[in-house]
């Protein structure tokens, strides 16, 4: 970050940064952090309506883009004390702005430090968009503990298996597969953190017989990413199932809340301050967290409960299955029925939908089976950040 930008910068500015990943956010975030002002980062692909609207809602006092440095003369500056404002994927509707005081960043930091063992020398490769708090969190790690990082400007299989001396990496479960199929060897990291969605048992199978030490990770933006590691709660992190089987969090990593939305604000957290992410889950006899899948995905289909991540696992090795989804759709019938999006393996020769029930029923009981397939031709919907767009997938 040019000197003269540093010197600009104030206690409680909110700085929103429009730049593509490179090497030049570590000197945006590390100046922004020593002045006291706050980071608002917004990711570069999403389309210029998108971005307005961020911006227009965040209401920046500073503007970093790829024109240079903008001071904005409308702009509104940080709550007092808040370090990182981001915005979450918006597979829910219109993202939302969650702010966070540097209290919770040094939490989020220093609870995976201990967890992972790691130390400031261990290196951690950047992957994921910068704009989403599981790719802010590796140069977070590089502000506050030292820890040397490598940004990449994109995710490239052929690039992250070349890397030779990097401790840890975080992904979603789409890039683990693409680094898989590609023969990277993943056995080189110490720990290769998964999350951002659930990660299909057979592919943590796969990816741990060739050597990858794959830890699966469950947060949200929210709880400032990860913050249960294979099933066990962070330093500090408390998880809970309430009575609807909702998975509640409470900690020192959690949000201050949405910007300039108390009520949502207030929606998101129980009185005694636990934190909704929305899910569904269980504590096992292990005592470890298992997530079933979003409240709002469950498929209530003839009075009998399906959970879409389920019927997925079991397709991810159906023949002639490339990608595949599950959501509910209303039936007259049956209240709703279950609905398999799949991209087929050769678009001339899909699978059937008995073929596809038929594999289902070998591990799930019948009538968590699809009942109609829809072939998606040109892949599945997914967010920014990997996940996938089930609202539209139609």
Known sequence: ???????????????????????????????????????????????????????????????????????????????????????????????????????????????SALALEASPHDRWLCCLPLAHVGGLLALLRSVLLGAPVTVHPRFDPAAVAAEQDQAFVSLVPTML??????????????????????????????????????????????????????????????????GDGGIQLRGPTLMRGYLGDAQATAEAFTDGGWLRPGDAGWIDGEGRLRVAGRLDDLINTGGDKV????????????????EVAIAGRPDPEWGQRVVAYVVPAAPTAPPSLEALRDHVARSLPRHMAPRELVLVAEGLPRTASGKVHRTALG
């Open 307 to 322: 959970w879409p991540g389920e019927v997925e696992a079991a397709l991810q090795d159906a023949p002639g299955v490339t």
């Open 177 to 242: 597969v693409r680094l898989l199929d590609a023969g990277a060897d993943l056995s080189r990291f110490r720990a290769i953190l998964v999350g951002g969605a659930t990660v299909p048992p057979k592919l943590a199978e796969r990816a741990r017989a060739e050597g990858a030490k794959v830890i699966e990770t469950y947060g949200l933006t929210e709880s400032c990413g990860g913050v249960v590691y294979d099933g066990r709660a962070l330093p500090g992190t408390e998880v809970r199932i309430d």
């Open 1 to 111: 970050m040019p000197s003269t930008a540093t010197a600009e910068l104030r206690v409680g500015d909110l700085v929103a940064v429009t730049l593509p990943p490179g090497p030049e956010w570590a000197g945006i975030l590390a100046g922004a952090w020593e002045a006291g002002a706050a980071l608002l980062p917004v990711d570069h692909r999403l389309p210029p309506s998108q971005t307005r609207d961020l911006i227009d809602r965040g209401s920046p006092t500073v503007l970093v883009d790829a024109r240079g440095w903008h001071r904005q003369r409308s702009g509104r500056p940080a709550d007092e004390g808040v370090a990182l404002v981001v915005h979450t994927s918006g597979t829910g509707g219109v993202p939302k702005l969650v702010q966070f005081d540097r209290p919770a960043i040094d939490a989020a930091v220093a609870s």
